[in-house]
Nanobody, 113 residues
Framework: QAQLVESGGGLVQAGGSLRLSCAAS????????LAWYRQPPGKQRELVAS???????TYADPVKGRFTISRDNAKNTVYLQMNSLKPEDTAVYYC???????WGQGTQVTVSS
């Protein structure tokens, strides 16, 4: 059964850090691109960062220099390290496998000012 399971969300003060994890089943993890999206309250879902099977990464402008996406092929897991968090980073964060158009269930990140 295909699965993407996010974890690591929570409540953090502005300036703090969190690391999100996305554990994927084997077939899903083989997706050509794995990505993190987020959906702030009352807004549309937006791309945060992506990583290819070859390790090429891309970032949305608002998170460049603060967030880092990585993957551990041995653990079938994608990570999102989030530093210098801001209140505007508050959102539900989702893991997405582009090739299979498959979403995880999401994890809430709340940044207090």
């Amino acid at each position: 059964q295909a699965q993407l399971v996010e974890s690591g969300g929570g409540l953090v003060q502005a300036g703090g850090s969190l690391r999100l994890s996305c554990a994927a089943s084997g077939s899903i993890f083989s997706s050509n691109v794995l990505a993190w999206y987020r959906q702030p309250p009352g807004k549309q879902r937006e791309l945060v960062a992506s990583i290819t099977t070859g390790g090429t990464t891309t970032y949305a402008d608002p998170v460049k220099g603060r967030f880092t996406i990585s993957r551990d092929n041995a653990k079938n897991t994608v990570y999102l390290q989030m530093n210098s968090l801001k209140p505007e980073d508050t959102a539900v964060y989702y893991c997405y496998a582009h090739q299979f158009r498959y979403w995880g269930q999401g994890t809430q990140v709340t940044v207090s000012s």
